[in-house]
């Protein structure tokens, strides 16, 4: 059995960007490392959380943690409705794409010279959205929130929209944090709290701040 303040939580974390497949050989995807959510992972399981880390890459192994390998979005969408049952807390990190081909054509598409091709999408499910509409007063649900501008904002709005308990913020149009950076700079908001603003630091260390203020909500 583990020890630490998270012992006996289940807590799923996704990670990565979705890829949404055109063809047998193309996706349509996004700049998402998954550094992030591999760093919660990290953090989790410091605190002795049972963790399943819900991720479309498996560039890092990380001990102690399961992980489920998905690659499209409603690929994370099941796995993620699947484990979030028993779970007490689900933290999204993943970029999910929002759309998807309408459909993926059976064949590689080929090059009609002097065409433009065009490509029909259509609305993917919004996974945490549907976690926070299923989730029951003991379980606890994260989002993130990757914007370029207005940043609060939008976070302020997701956090209800989505029915979150704790949103996640971050400015993507600077450098030096944000996708595939080993850094960020993040404002973390709660429903019952004052925003926590951390400034640039290692995704470990935003993780392990994020994952302390899960386990003293969960106290
Ligand atoms: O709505 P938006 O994509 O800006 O919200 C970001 C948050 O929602 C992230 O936590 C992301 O993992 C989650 N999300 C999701 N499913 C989607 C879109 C976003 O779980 N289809």
Redesign the pocket.
Known sequence: ARIGRLAGRKIVI?AGGTREALDPVRYLTNRSSGKMGFALAQAAVELGADVVLVTTNSRYKIYGVREVLVSS?RDMHAAVLHEFDNADVFI???????YRPVEAAKDKIKKKSGENLTIKLMQ??????EVGRHKTMKQLVV????ETQNVLEYARK?LIQ?NADMLVANDVSTTNSGFDSENNRVTILSRDEDPEIISLSPKIAIARSIMDKIAKKLA
């Open positions: 996704t979005t999204g990190a993943a970029a999910v794409s929002d993917n499910p919004d996974i945490l959205a989002g993130f929130a990757a997701k989505k």
